[in-house]
């Protein structure tokens, strides 16, 4: 029988959830509305940093860690909402920066920060301070080690467990003593006392115990609400995961399941309230991924919690910020849809839903009593607003705007569409076209997400689809095959299809904008980051005819390079990487074999720059380690030979995406030009 039944929706409790996601993130706009025309707004105002990144309210519910920008990168301060004043945690300087902050308790937090080297490597770090930012001390002191000079290891490291009941502990995860093998330790968030532990490095600051050898190869852990480690998913070396599991939290594992491919995964998400079986996501017999209970003793699937409507992917459990017990289930289609098995929580959404309406609603934190909680109210053409939920009293006020200045101005309009690529395979995405603007004969510019595999497109709010249709431009996303949320056979459509039916789905989206008369076929531009920027070039090459031109960030020009290239020079530092075993095996099996040198430059822009006609612009970060700036000047070097238009930004001390906002900017202002040069009336002339 399922535990698990779901609840219908009806008004507010006194019971809130963490993360919750709620309502709409696309709105449904006919065609037809005409409105007075928006504003061009200044550049800034869709690059810069949120004024407010993060709002996280503290146990008893006094105060909020909030995270902004700050000395040129990330920090925390801490506001009292009983005198609503702020005090700053941190002081991080450029190019440090602060990545997340959590409550360890009322009185402590801990964060994670990544610390930039004397030779550019990005040093990831956790650290523990109290509330008022003394006893600030490093619990994981990230360093490369002395005899790797020239060479670059992060170090992986994860909380596997806060803590919440222990004022001085919390569980981490780290391979710091053995490269692929995480050990799970005890850490002290202070450096008073010993803790009665023993500090296996001399490098942590703090006193640390191993619970234990490594379970497997780069493992993934999972506590029980006890916070004992009993769940562990490895990475191996083949490609392959395995699903370890103990019925405590000490002893010999046992496998409780493998799978090397995505025809039968088991991912374990949380324990059933009594912590005899898991909660796992799953498509084992089955196409889309569902939630079911899992029964380590008879190793097989049990009841099936959610299954989503015929096509849809059961996208997230949701548990309470509390006591980890599963309230409610995440999946998409053009927009969420959250199912409920708490009452309560059922009744808080549907609450939810007539205060906002049209909106995505995330209550990010609330406190342990569940007096009070932080929402986070977003949509297509509204980039955020932190709400605090009053329980004692029924009340949601404004704390602050994530990015106070766009109040009072109208955004672009975020549509749902979809359409039937060639093969007759269904395609969703989104329509982005200017306020006030009809949806009709607009110049057009289509963006692929990067990824490409198991990543997708939302219609929440996108800073660069609103950047371009603030300029008059509409915007289409297409999640083409490949794309995640859609079931493992529409996931798997895309293997091995980069530069064919991959790069289809997005010609068919165009054509059918074309079709439909919402875009000026005279007036279409691609322009991508990652695949994204990949699939930009390639559909300059494939249907040179199509587009007016193409812009490519961070994009892969050369699949041979990306497959049989083993270590990532950036070059900037002169660093390597090393790229792993696992990692090459998986691109192998979504690519291309990498010892079929003639298919991978057949699908490689950089070998087919001769039948380029659009002109061309490049940019990327010269230190980027994902898709090694090589592929940029390779793929330059192509266009300039062949005697093609072709513009250059490369960007030192930027990465995979430029995290600093300055650069951000200069990049759109760039793009921004281009565009208006080549997406004129008058067609521009081909190149030969």
């Given at each position: 029988?399922?535990?698990?039944?779901?609840?219908?929706?009806?008004?507010?409790?006194?019971?809130?959830?963490?993360?919750?996601?709620?309502?709409?993130?696309?709105?449904?706009?006919?065609?037809?509305?005409?409105?007075?025309?928006?504003?061009?707004?200044?550049?800034?105002?869709?690059?810069?940093?949120?004024?407010?990144?993060?709002?996280?309210?503290?146990?008893?519910?006094?105060?909020?860690?909030?995270?902004?920008?700050?000395?040129?990168?990330?920090?925390?301060?801490?506001?009292?909402?009983?005198?609503?004043?702020?005090?700053?945690?941190?002081?991080?300087?450029?190019?440090?920066?602060?990545?997340?902050?959590?409550?360890?308790?009322?009185?402590?937090?801990?964060?994670?920060?990544?610390?930039?080297?004397?030779?550019?490597?990005?040093?990831?770090?956790?650290?523990?301070?109290?509330?008022?930012?003394?006893?600030?001390?490093?619990?994981?002191?990230?360093?490369?080690?002395?005899?790797?000079v020239g060479t670059w290891r992060m170090v992986a490291d994860e909380v596997v467990d806060v803590l919440p009941d222990d004022p001085d502990l919390v569980l981490l995860s780290s391979e710091a003593e053995r490269v692929d093998y995480y050990s799970v330790y005890r850490v002290g968030t202070s450096l008073r006392g010993n803790l009665s532990m023993?500090?296996?490095?001399?490098?942590?600051?703090?006193?640390?115990?191993?619970?234990?050898?490594?379970?497997?190869?780069?493992?993934?852990?999972?506590?029980?609400?006890?916070?004992?480690?009993?769940?562990?998913?490895?990475?191996?070396?083949?490609?392959?995961?395995?699903?370890?599991?103990?019925?405590?939290?000490?002893?010999?594992?046992?496998?409780?399941?493998?799978?090397?491919?995505?025809?039968?995964?088991?991912?374990?998400?949380?324990?059933?309230?009594?912590?005899?079986?898991?909660?796992?996501?799953?498509?084992?017999?089955?196409?889309?991924?569902?939630?079911?209970?899992?029964?380590?003793?008879?190793?097989?699937?049990?009841?099936?919690?959610?299954?989503?409507?015929?096509?849809?992917?059961?996208?997230?459990?949701?548990?309470?910020?509390?006591?980890?017990?599963?309230?409610?289930?995440?999946?998409?289609?053009?927009?969420?849809?959250?199912?409920?098995?708490?009452?309560?929580?059922?009744?808080?959404?549907?609450?939810?839903?007539?205060?906002?309406?049209?909106?995505?609603?995330?209550?990010?934190?609330?406190?342990?009593?569940?007096?009070?909680?932080?929402?986070?109210?977003?949509?297509?053409?509204?980039?955020?607003?932190?709400?605090?939920?009053?329980?004692?009293?029924?009340?949601?006020?404004?704390?602050?705007?994530?990015?106070?200045?766009?109040?009072?101005?109208?955004?672009?309009?975020?549509?749902?569409?979809?359409?039937?690529?060639?093969?007759?395979?269904?395609?969703?995405?989104?329509?982005?076209?200017?306020?006030?603007?009809?949806?009709?004969?607009?110049?057009?510019?289509?963006?692929?997400?990067?990824?490409?595999?198991?990543?997708?497109?939302?219609?929440?709010?996108?800073?660069?689809?609103?950047?371009?249709?603030?300029?008059?431009?509409?915007?289409?996303?297409?999640?083409?095959?490949?794309?995640?949320?859609?079931?493992?056979?529409?996931?798997?459509?895309?293997?091995?299809?980069w530069g064919k039916k991959m790069q289809d789905d997005i010609t068919d989206g165009v054509e059918w904008a074309i079709r439909e008369g919402i875009a000026d076929k005279q007036r279409i531009a691609i322009y991508g980051a990652s695949y994204g920027g990949y699939a930009a070039m390639m559909g300059l090459v494939r249907t040179p005819d199509l587009f007016r031109c193409g812009i490519t960030f961070a994009g892969v020009s050369d699949l041979d390079m990306l497959l049989n290239t083993r270590t990532v020079r950036a070059k900037t530092a002169n660093t390597t990487v090393n790229i792993s075993p696992e990692t090459i095996r998986y691109w192998e099996s979504v690519v291309g074999d990498r010892?079929?040198?003639?298919?991978?430059?057949?699908?490689?822009?950089?070998?087919?720059?001769?039948?380029?006609?659009?002109?061309?612009?490049?940019?990327?970060?010269?230190?980027?380690?994902?898709?090694?700036?090589?592929?940029?000047?390779?793929?330059?070097?192509?266009?300039?030979?062949?005697?093609?238009?072709?513009?250059?930004?490369?960007?030192?001390?930027?990465?995979?995406?430029?995290?600093?906002?300055?650069?951000?900017?200069?990049?759109?202002?760039?793009?921004?030009?281009?565009?208006?040069?080549?997406?004129?009336?008058?067609?521009?002339?081909?190149?030969?």
């Open positions: 029988m399922n535990p698990f039944t779901p609840a219908p929706a009806r008004t507010w409790t006194r019971f809130l959830i963490g993360a919750l996601t709620t309502a709409a993130c696309a709105t449904a706009i006919p065609v037809g509305v005409h409105a007075a025309t928006a504003p061009e707004l200044p550049i800034e105002h869709f690059f810069k940093d949120y004024a407010y990144e993060t709002i996280t309210i503290s146990p008893a519910g006094r105060y909020l860690a909030v995270t902004y920008p700050s000395n040129g990168t990330r920090n925390a301060a801490i506001i009292d909402m009983q005198t609503m004043q702020g005090k700053p945690l941190t002081g991080f300087s450029q190019p440090d920066a602060l990545d997340w902050v959590a409550w360890k308790s009322e009185d402590a937090l801990l964060y994670g920060m990544t610390k930039v080297d004397e030779v550019g490597n990005d040093l990831y770090n956790i650290g523990s301070l109290q509330r008022d930012g003394t006893k600030h001390v490093l619990i994981l002191d990230n360093q490369v080690p002395e005899n790797a023993r500090s296996t490095a001399s490098r942590f600051p703090t006193a640390r115990h191993a619970l234990g050898p490594p379970a497997g190869r780069k493992c993934s852990y999972l506590t029980d609400h006890k916070a004992q480690v009993r769940v562990c998913m490895t990475r191996e070396a083949d490609g392959s995961r395995r699903l370890l599991y103990r019925p405590k939290g000490e002893g010999a594992w046992q496998e409780l399941a493998s799978f090397s491919d995505e025809n039968s995964r088991i991912l374990p998400v949380g324990f059933t309230d009594d912590d005899q079986a898991l909660i796992v996501l799953s498509n084992v017999g089955r196409d889309t991924d569902a939630l079911y209970v899992y029964e380590p003793e008879k190793k097989a699937l049990a009841d099936v919690v959610l299954e989503a409507p015929k096509g849809l992917d059961v996208d997230e459990a949701v548990f309470s910020t509390y006591g980890q017990r599963l309230i409610a289930a995440r999946y998409y289609d053009h927009e969420s849809h959250i199912v409920f098995f708490d009452e309560a929580a059922a009744r808080a959404h549907g609450a939810l839903e007539k205060l906002f309406p049209d909106s995505g609603v995330a209550l990010t934190s609330m406190s342990q009593d569940g007096k009070k909680a932080i929402l986070l109210v977003t949509s297509g053409s509204e980039p955020g607003t932190f709400y605090l939920f009053d329980n004692a009293n029924q009340r949601v006020s404004e704390v602050v705007r994530r990015a106070p200045w766009f109040k009072g101005t109208r955004l672009a309009v975020v549509k749902s569409v979809e359409f039937e690529a060639r093969d007759q395979m269904r395609i969703h995405g989104y329509l982005t076209y200017p306020a006030g603007r009809l949806a009709r004969n607009l110049p057009l510019i289509v963006i692929p997400h990067g990824g490409p595999f198991g990543i997708r497109d939302y219609g929440g709010f996108d800073p660069e689809a609103q950047f371009f249709a603030n300029r008059g431009y509409g915007v289409l996303q297409v999640n083409f095959r490949g794309s995640g949320g859609f079931g493992t056979a529409f996931r798997q459509a895309g293997a091995r299809e010892k079929d040198e003639a298919a991978l430059r057949a699908d490689s822009p950089r070998y087919n720059a001769a039948g380029i006609k659009a002109p061309v612009l490049i940019a990327h970060g010269e230190d980027d380690f994902t898709v090694p700036y090589d592929h940029a000047t390779a793929l330059r070097e192509a266009l300039e030979k062949a005697g093609k238009k072709v513009e250059f930004l490369g960007v030192r001390e930027e990465g995979h995406g430029f995290r600093h906002a300055d650069n951000r900017i200069k990049l759109f202002g760039t793009i921004e030009k281009f565009l208006a040069q080549h997406m004129a009336s008058a067609p521009a002339a081909s190149n030969p």
